[in-house]
C-alpha cells in the first residue's frame, strides 16, 4: 500500500509539474499586471506593463493590455492641451477593458467616430466613485486641461463609502503568500476556471453545516431599498464637496435601473448630466457580455461608444452638416 | 453522491484507508465497513432511501433462504421465489411506472371519448438507482431458484452485495454468482489491482467531465429547440447525445469497476467500445453488457430464447428489446427505442448475421479498419444515433418533429454554442477522442495500453489537463442513468 501512495504522490507532483509548464506554454492564465499606490495616493498599475490576459478553460478571450506612463490601460498616452479637445473617461474594470485588446477600447471607438476628440481612460478594476473623484482632486494639473469628464457608476455599491482613505486591500493580492502562490501559474489558471473557488466553497458550506455557523436565514428587509437610496444620496453629496469638482464638467454613464429613484432625481434636479446605457444594451440582438463574465464584449463596448458619442455630439458639439464635430462648446 | 463530486474525493480514499489499512485481515469487518459506507453513499441522496433498499435486502434475504431449504422445483420454493419477484418488480412498478401506467389508461380512455379526471396519479420520487438494485436481488432469487447458487446465511454479507456502492446507483448490474462469492472471500490488497482501478477512476472522469458533460448544453439546446433547427444540426444534435449518453454511463461503469478494483472486488464489464460495432447485434453485446446479459438469461432464455420456431424466436426478439425499452423509463419514447432497435436485429437474426463479428475486434491485425468494415461501423452508428433521438426526446410527439425536421430542406448555416463557446473545439475533441478509443479498443479495463512508462505517464497528465480544459464551475452534473 506504501507503494502506491509514494507512486500517486510522485505522479502527482509530476503532473502538476507538467500542467504548470502546459499552462504557461498555452498561455491559460489570466496574468494581470502589478498594482501601486502613487505619491498622490492614487492606486493604479504599474506604469510601462504590457502582456496578454487570458479568460476561460481554453482561452475563450485572449486580450492584449498595454499601461501607460499614467498607469492605465490604454494606447495613448495622456497629454491633454488647451487646444484640444479631451474627454476623460473614468471608472472600475469596465473602462479598465482588460477583455479587449488595449487598441479596440470604447475611448478608442469613440476617437474612430469623432476624429479631433481624445480619449482618456482612467480605468481600474474596483473603483468607486470615492477612488475616482480623488483621482481628479489629485491631479488638478490634468484634469483642469480635460474639456470633459465622464464618469461610469455600475451599481450603487460604488457609493457605498462617503470619504475617501487609502485602502490597500488590493495590493496584498500581490504580498506575501498571494506574491508567492502568484507565482504558479498553474494555480492563477485554476482560481480563473473557479475549480479552486468551487473546492473552497464546498469545504467551506461543509464546515458551517458541521458546526452550524450562521444558521437562520436573512431577515427581509423592507426598508433595505430605501435606506440603500439614502445612503447613496448621502455618499455622493459628501464625495462632491469639493468646490474644485463643481467647477468641471461631470457627467456620470449610469444604467438608470440599478439607481434608486432619489439619487437618480437628485441628478436631474441639481442638473448633473447622466449617459443612461441601460434600454441600448438590453435591446441588442447579439450577446453584450462575454462568455465567462458580465464584462462588455465588442458589441457591448461598440453600443456604449455609440451612446457616449450621441451624447458628446448633442451635449458639446456643434456639428456639421454630415453629423462631424465642427466645433467643441 | 456523486463520483465526480468532491464530496466522493474525500469519501473514497478514507473508505480505502479504512478498508485495508485498518481493517486489512478482518474480512467482517471489511464487509461491514463496505455495507456501511454504501448506506452513507446511497443516503447522501435522500435517507428515506435507505428504508427501500433495507427492505428489498430483508426480503430477499429471507426469501433466498426459504427458497434455499426447499427441495428444488417445489411448490414451496416456488411461492418464494414468486415473493421475491412480487416484491421487487411491484417496487420498481410503483415507484417508476405507477404514474406513467394510470397515465397511459387515462389517455386511452379520451381516445375512445371518455373524460376521466385523474386522482389516481402520486407525485412519487422515483429512488435512484431502483431498477438496477431490485434486478440484482431478483437475479439472486432466481439463482438459488435454478440451484446456481447457495444462500448466504450472512446478512451483512447479501447487504453488502446488494448494496455495494461502486455498482449501486447505475450498475453494472452484478449476479449472485459472481459478486457475492468476491465479497465472502477474504481479500488481499493488491498493488496492481489498485493501480488499475485508479486508472479506470481517472478515464471515466475524463469521459465524464470531458465528453459528456460538455457536450451536455449543446445537446440540450438542441433537443430543446429542435423545432427551429435545420437538419445538419438536429443530425449533429443526435450524433452528440449518442457521445454524451456513451460518455455518461460507460464513464460511471469505469468509475465503478475502477472503485471496486480498489477494494480488491471484479465487476463484470459494462461496455466494450459499441460505436465500433459492425452491425446491431453486435451492438448490444457491447452496450450495457449487464443489462442485456440479464435479460437474456432471465428473459429471453426461459422464453425459449432462439432455439424454438421463427415465429416465437422473433416474438422473444421484440419482447426481450420492448422490456428492455421500458426499463428505462416510464415513457412510450423508451418502448419506441426498444422496438426500433428490435426492427433492426431481426433483419440480421433472420440471416443468421447477428452473431457474425462475435470475439473478432474491428482492425484487428491492422493498423486501421477496411473500406467495408468501416462502412458497416458507420452505417451501425448512424442507426444508432437516429435511434437515441426516442430515447432523448421529452415525449414521442417531439421525437417525432425532430425526425421529421431531419428530413426538411437540408442547409448548413453555423451552429452558436449556448454559451458562446467555440464548436471547433468539440468537433476536434470528438477526433481525438474516437482515435484514442479505437486505439485502446482491445481491452475496455486497460484504458492506458502502453508499454513504456513514460507514454502511459504523458496520457495520465494530458488526461487530467484536458479534465481542466472541459471543467465546468457551473454545473455540477449527475449521471443520466441515475434517472433509470
Redesign the interface.
Known amino acids: 500500500m506504501e507503494r502506491l501512495l509514494i507512486k500517486i504522490l510522485f505522479y502527482g507532483a509530476l503532473i502538476l509539474f507538467i500542467l504548470e509548464g502546459l499552462v504557461r506554454v498555452f498561455h491559460l492564465h489570466k496574468g494581470t499586471p502589478e498594482r501601486m499606490i502613487d505619491d498622490r495616493g492614487v492606486e493604479k498599475w504599474v506604469p510601462g506593463q504590457s502582456g496578454y490576459i487570458a479568460t476561460g478553460n481554453r482561452r475563450q478571450n485572449f486580450a492584449e493590455y498595454r499601461i501607460n506612463n499614467f498607469g492605465y490601460n490604454s494606447y495613448r498616452e495622456f497629454a491633454p492641451t488647451e487646444d484640444g479637445y479631451e474627454i476623460a473617461l473614468i471608472g472600475d474594470s469596465f473602462i479598465e477593458g482588460f477583455h479587449q485588446d488595449y487598441d479596440n477600447s470604447i475611448g478608442k471607438k469613440i476617437e474612430d467616430s469623432l476624429p479631433g476628440v481624445e480619449v482618456y481612460e482612467f480605468g481600474y478594476a474596483g473603483y468607486d466613485l470615492a477612488d475616482e473623484l480623488h483621482l481628479i482632486s489629485a491631479y488638478p494639473e490634468l484634469f483642469d486641461k480635460i474639456d470633459q469628464i465622464v464618469i461610469f457608476l455600475q451599481y450603487p455599491d460604488d457609493l457605498l463609502r462617503g470619504s475617501f482613505k487609502i485602502s490597500k486591500e488590493r495590493l496584498k493580492l500581490q504580498e506575501g503568500t498571494y506574491a508567492l502562490l502568484k507565482k504558479s501559474k498553474l494555480l492563477v489558471y485554476l482560481q480563473n476556471i473557479r475549480f479552486l473557488g468551487n473546492m473552497t466553497g464546498k469545504l467551506n458550506s461543509w464546515k458551517s453545516n458541521l458546526f452550524r455557523q450562521g444558521g437562520g436565514e436573512e431577515k427581509r428587509d423592507q426598508n433595505k431599498e430605501q435606506r440603500l437610496g439614502d445612503l447613496t444620496l448621502h455618499n455622493f453629496k459628501s464625495l462632491l464637496t469639493d468646490p474644485g469638482l463643481k467647477t468641471k464638467k461631470i457627467s456620470f454613464l449610469v444604467d438608470r435601473k440599478s439607481f434608486p429613484d432619489q439619487f437618480m432625481s437628485y441628478l436631474e434636479k441639481e442638473g448633473i448630466s447622466t449617459i443612461d446605457y441601460g434600454e441600448a444594451l438590453e435591446f441588442q440582438q447579439t450577446p453584450v457580455t462575454l462568455i465567462y463574465d458580465m464584462h462588455w464584449n465588442d458589441q457591448g463596448r461598440k453600443v456604449i461608444a455609440e451612446e457616449l458619442i450621441s451624447f458628446i455630439r448633442v451635449h458639446y458639439g456643434i456639428l456639421a452638416e454630415n453629423g462631424d464635430i465642427l466645433k467643441m462648446k | 453522491m456523486l463520483f465526480n463530486s468532491?464530496?466522493y474525493f474525500v469519501f473514497l480514499p478514507l473508505v480505502f484507508f479504512l478498508y485495508?489499512?485498518v481493517l486489512g485481515n478482518k474480512l467482517t469487518g471489511q464487509n461491514i465497513l463496505l455495507l456501511v459506507s454504501s448506506y452513507v453513499f446511497y443516503g447522501w441522496w435522500d435517507w428515506r432511501f435507505l428504508l427501500l433498499i433495507l427492505a428489498s435486502t430483508l426480503v430477499d434475504f429471507y426469501a433466498g433462504q426459504r427458497i434455499g431449504r426447499a427441495i428444488q422445483g417445489s411448490r414451496t420454493a416456488q411461492r418464494w421465489l414468486w415473493v421475491s419477484i412480487l416484491f421487487n418488480i411491484g417496487m420498481l412498478g410503483f415507484f417508476k411506472y405507477f404514474n406513467f401506467f394510470i397515465g397511459s389508461f387515462i389517455d386511452s380512455l379520451d381516445v375512445i371519448g371518455y373524460k376521466v379526471q385523474s386522482i389516481w396519479t402520486l407525485n412519487i420520487i422515483l429512488p435512484v438507482g431502483i431498477s438496477f438494485y431490485t434486478f440484482q436481488t431478483l437475479s439472486y432469487s432466481l439463482d438459488i431458484y435454478r440451484g446456481k447458487v447457495k444462500p448466504t446465511r450472512n446478512f451483512i454479507d447479501f447487504a453488502a452485495f446488494v448494496s455495494f456502492f461502486p455498482q449501486l446507483v447505475a450498475g453494472p448490474i452484478e449476479r449472485s454468482s459472481h459478486l457475492l462469492p468476491q465479497i465472502e472471500k477474504p481479500r488481499k490488497?493488491s498493488?496492481n489491482n489498485?493501480?488499475d482501478g485508479?486508472k479506470l477512476l481517472l478515464y471515466g472522469l475524463l469521459k465524464k467531465v470531458v465528453i459528456a458533460d460538455s457536450l451536455a448544453p449543446i445537446v440540450d439546446d438542441i433537443f430543446t429547440n429542435h423545432l427551429s433547427y435545420s437538419p445538419a444540426i438536429l443530425l449533429m444534435g443526435a450524433v452528440f447525445f449518442g457521445f454524451q449518453i456513451y460518455g455518461d454511463f460507460s464513464g460511471y461503469s469505469d468509475m465503478a469497476i475502477g472503485t471496486a478494483k480498489l477494494f480488491g472486488i471484479e465487476l463484470r464489464s459494462n461496455f466494450r467500445f459499441p460505436y465500433f460495432s459492425r452491425n446491431i447485434g453486435e451492438f448490444w453485446r457491447r452496450w450495457h453488457i449487464s443489462l442485456s446479459t440479464w435479460f437474456r438469461d432471465y428473459l429471453y432464455i426461459p422464453l425459449g430464447g432462439s432455439r424454438v420456431a421463427k415465429p416465437k424466436a422473433l416474438r422473444n426478439i421484440f419482447i426481450i428489446f420492448l422490456v428492455s425499452g421500458l426499463w428505462h423509463g416510464a415513457n412510450w419514447t423508451f418502448l419506441v427505442w426498444g422496438g426500433i432497435h428490435a426492427f433492426l436485429f431481426v433483419p440480421l437474426f433472420v440471416l443468421g448475421a447477428n452473431r457474425k463479428y462475435k470475439g473478432k475486434h474491428l482492425g484487428e491485425g491492422r493498423i486501421l479498419p477496411g473500406i467495408r468494415e468501416s462502412l458497416a461501423v458507420l452505417v451501425t452508428f448512424i442507426m444508432v444515433s437516429l435511434s437515441w433521438i426516442f430515447f432523448r426526446a421529452e415525449s414521442l410527439s417531439a421525437a417525432w418533429n425532430y425526425f421529421k425536421g431531419l428530413f426538411s430542406t437540408w442547409e448548413f448555416p453555423a451552429y452558436l454554442h449556448p454559451?458562446?463557446?467555440?464548436m471547433s473545439?468539440y468537433f476536434i475533441l470528438l477526433l481525438v477522442f474516437l482515435t484514442y478509443e479505437y486505439r485502446i479498443r482491445f481491452n475496455e479495463r486497460d484504458p492506458f495500453p502502453f508499454k513504456t512508462g513514460t507514454i502511459r505517464?504523458i496520457s495520465?497528465?494530458l488526461m487530467?489537463?484536458a479534465l481542466?480544459?472541459?471543467?465546468d464551475?457551473g454545473t455540477d452534473r449527475s449521471f443520466i442513468y441515475f434517472q433509470f
Open positions: 468532491l464530496e485495508w489499512k490488497f498493488y489498485s493501480a485508479l454559451q458562446g463557446y467555440r473545439d505517464f495520465y497528465a487530467v489537463f481542466l480544459l472541459f471543467y464551475s
